[in-house]
Every structure is written in C-alpha cells, then in structure tokens.
C-alpha cells in the first residue's frame, strides 16, 4: 500500500473511531446546537459548513451587541462566558463538548463525519484549501471586525475596514487566479468557499469597490447559486431584524 493510501487509510479509521467515540456519550438523536449572529461572518462560515455536510443542527441566536432587545442569547452573560470565554461566536455544542472557533469547528466537522467532504484528497489542493482560509480568517477577517471597528470609532472605522479588507483582497486575488476552478479551489466546494463568501459579504457591507478582483467576484457569483448558501445567507437567520429579512 502506497503511502498516500496508508495515510488516507489512518485518517478514515480516525473518524470513524471519532464518530463511534461521539455516539457512546451523545444520543445519536441529539442535534448539534450552533451559537451564531446572524452578520456574523466566523458563525456564517460554519453555518455553510454544517449545511454543505448536512448536518441537521438547532440554531441559537447570539447577540454581539448589548443593546439588542430580542429573544437572542447575549454573548456578554456569565451564562454565556462560560460556554465561550472569549465572548464571541460561533461556539457550537456537538458530541457532548463545545468548539469555539470556526475554523476549529469546519476541521472537527470534517474529521468526525467525512461524507461531503470540505477538504479535497489531493494533498497540494488541501494545502491551498488551507492557505485560503488562513488568508481570509488569520490575514483579513481580524482586522475589520466588529471589536476592532467599535474600538477605532465610527469614524475611522470605515475607512480602516475599507483599506484592510482592500489590501487583503489584493493578494487573495492572485492566490485564487492560480488556484480557482468553479470554486476557490478546482471545481470540488471546500472550506475555503466557506470562508470567501461571507468576505465578500463583508466588503459590500464596508463598500469596497471589488471591480480590481474580478476572480472573487466570478467565484461570489458562482456560489450565490448555491441553495446551502443562500439558506445560511445573514439576511434569513431568525435573528435578522425585519428590516432586513430576506433582501
């Protein structure tokens, strides 16, 4: 057996034994429970995620902002600071543990129930699957959002998101000029869309101008006409304000 196929293999084993480890402490009934903001682009990655493995999952709208009078979760609770200490989203609540990172999550995902994989076989795409996220989620995500832009002020706060979103799209869009097919990477839908999606969605949101990429937009394009992603699009969370809903 060749050292591709051992490795596959192993990695196989691993989740099956991941999944049958997960059905001995958690009814095979119980639905996983996501703690998700409806603008939020890390709850929004994982709402893809989840709806892309299909994954039947409870939604629990969580709230970023203090003042909201709803029927949500408010992230800043004790209640909730024990569930996450970080105070954010997503957190989501599966096989009797809860993971609070949504690229943590996309992996655990994966690995723990393989069937509609978001990860190609191929090692050097799933390396630059990984690559794109990283640039998303570790290079441009981070620096415009929301405690970010509150802690700089209405202000500066849109010029900033506009200028870090703008300089992050510059390099993305040479990296997905190399590497798209239909998607992010070759025609096969992965993390990487998951991830690219709601990045758009926030630089429309900051009014960057995106005609300079011309290979996001293709790719934004392509997956509007996913049913998964306009599912989990922000505007149809139960949490949307009604203002909103459903444009």
Not at 228 to 235: A, C, L, N, Q
Request: aromatic share 8%.
């Amino acid at each position: 057996m060749s050292a591709l196929r051992k490795s596959a293999a192993k990695y196989m084993y691993l989740a099956e034994s991941g999944m049958r480890r997960s059905s001995s402490r958690v009814s095979p009934d119980t639905k996983p429970v996501l703690y998700s903001y409806f603008y939020s682009s890390c709850s929004w990655r994982v709402r893809i995620a989840l709806g892309l493995k299909k994954i039947p999952y409870e939604i629990r709208p969580t709230s970023l902002v203090t003042t909201e009078a709803n029927n949500s979760t408010n992230c800043y609770t004790n209640e909730y600071r024990e569930l996450n200490p970080m105070q954010q989203v997503p957190a989501l609540r599966i096989d009797g543990q809860t993971l609070c990172d949504s690229v943590a999550i996309m992996h655990y995902l994966d690995e723990t129930r393989p069937l509609h994989p978001l990860l190609p076989q191929d090692p050097h795409k799933r390396a630059k699957v990984r690559e794109i996220v990283e640039i998303i989620c570790s290079g441009i995500q981070p620096l415009q959002n929301r405690l970010v832009l509150s802690h700089l002020g209405k202000e500066k706060s849109g010029e900033w998101a506009q200028h870090w979103i703008s300089r992050g799209f510059r390099g993305l869009e040479q990296v997905l000029s190399l590497s798209s097919g239909k998607y992010c990477v070759g025609d096969e839908i992965s993390m990487a869309d998951c991830c690219l999606v709601p990045q758009v969605f926030n630089a429309r949101r900051y009014k960057v101008t995106l005609d300079p990429y011309p290979t996001i937009l293709q790719l934004d394009q392509n997956l509007a006409t996913n049913e998964t992603i306009r599912e989990s699009h922000p505007h149809n969370q139960p949490d949307c304000p009604p203002k909103l809903a459903n444009k």
